[in-house]
């Protein structure tokens, strides 16, 4: 069975060639394409699509932050549409995000890891890990990781070997 692949902010970025973030955009797209030749399934999570637009609306002069923002609302709408290939990850319900608040004091502060000290898990970061922890769970017999420059997040991977 194919792998299932979380898409964190700093991929997408890249991915969609966001000025001033896209500094591995040649490279990822390189892995993308592998990937896809391997037939991985993409999930792009809530917190992704929220953070890179976040960081469009921060980059750039007006007409950059645009045309920008056209490509992101294109990426973002296939995937709800299915007509991209990556697909949304289902959102989070009322019980779900009250679980996260419950566990976010604890992660914030706490050092993300002894080389991010003063630096601890953003809540956007937790909804992911949250994400991959679900996928892990409902694709059991499947290799699932966070897709992230993000050496934290990297090491989220449940591998069958």
């Given at each position: 069975?194919?792998?299932i692949?979380?898409?964190d902010?700093?991929?997408?970025l890249n991915?969609?060639?966001?000025t001033?973030?896209?500094?591995?955009?040649?490279s990822?797209?390189?892995?993308?394409?592998?990937?896809v030749e391997?037939?991985a399934?993409?999930i792009?999570?809530m917190?992704?699509i929220?953070?890179?637009g976040?960081h469009i609306?921060?980059?750039?002069?007006?007409?950059?932050r645009?045309?920008?923002a056209?490509?992101?609302?294109?990426a973002?709408?296939?995937?709800?549409?299915?007509?991209a290939?990556?697909?949304p990850?289902?959102?989070?319900?009322?019980?779900?995000?009250?679980s996260w608040?419950?566990?976010?004091?604890?992660?914030a502060?706490k050092n993300k890891?002894p080389?991010?000290?003063g630096e601890?898990?953003?809540?956007g970061?937790?909804s992911?890990?949250?994400?991959y922890k679900?996928?892990v769970?409902?694709?059991a017999?499947?290799?699932?990781?966070?897709?992230?420059l993000?050496?934290?997040?990297?090491q989220?991977h449940h591998?069958?070997?």
């Amino acid at each position: 069975m194919s792998c299932i692949c979380l898409i964190d902010t700093s991929i997408f970025l890249n991915l969609l060639n966001v000025t001033n973030r896209n500094q591995e955009a040649e490279s990822v797209a390189e892995d993308f394409r592998l990937y896809v030749e391997n037939d991985a399934t993409f999930i792009l999570p809530m917190a992704t699509i929220i953070e890179t637009g976040n960081h469009i609306a921060q980059n750039g002069d007006g007409r950059t932050r645009r045309d920008t923002a056209f490509r992101f609302c294109e990426a973002v709408k296939g995937a709800f549409e299915g007509n991209a290939p990556y697909q949304p990850s289902e959102f989070p319900n009322a019980k779900e995000i009250l679980s996260w608040l419950g566990q976010f004091p604890d992660c914030a502060g706490k050092n993300k890891s002894p080389q991010k000290i003063g630096e601890g898990t953003s809540f956007g970061d937790l909804s992911i890990i949250e994400e991959y922890k679900k996928c892990v769970v409902r694709f059991a017999m499947s290799e699932v990781f966070i897709w992230s420059l993000d050496t934290d997040l990297q090491q989220f991977h449940h591998n069958l070997n």
